[in-house]
């Protein structure tokens, strides 16, 4: 069974930057797509960002391409998200993910219920 481990999450202002871990255990991290999604208050969770097992294939959500970078460490068995620039709307609880295997295809990059497994989550609040 694999288990995720989220850490990271904090409040910051405008412009600043945090950086989300994630440890995955249990088994398989470098075969599995992993993921990152969000809630915000009051809204349902959201994709943010996903990488293949090799990491040669990555996807952002439009509102965050160029300000966030998902990266992972196989050896480590360990998914970060470096978030810069960091505003309001960023505000939410961020979930690392973490699906049955290496690719995924078309959109279900984007949907939730191809990731099987999830963390606890950590909560990012950005203040103005």
């Known amino acids: 069974q694999v288990q995720l481990a989220e850490s990271g999450g904090g409040s910051v202002q405008a412009g600043g930057s945090v950086r989300l871990s994630c440890v995955a255990s249990g088994g398989a991290f470098s075969s599995r797509v992993m993921g990152w999604f969000r809630q915000a208050p009051g809204k349902g969770r959201e994709f943010v960002a996903t990488i293949a097992w090799n990491g040669s294939i990555i996807y952002y959500k439009d509102a965050v391409k160029g300000r966030f970078t998902i990266s992972r460490d196989n050896a480590a068995e360990k998914l970060t998200l470096q978030m810069n620039s960091l505003k309001p709307e960023d505000t939410a609880v961020y979930y690392c993910?973490?699906?049955?295997?290496?690719?995924?295809?078309?959109?279900?990059?984007?949907?939730?219920?191809?990731?099987?497994?999830w963390g606890q989550g950590t909560q990012v609040t950005v203040s103005s």
């Open positions: 993910a973490a699906a049955p295997g290496p690719m995924l295809y078309g959109t279900e990059w984007y949907q939730e219920n191809k990731y099987h497994y």
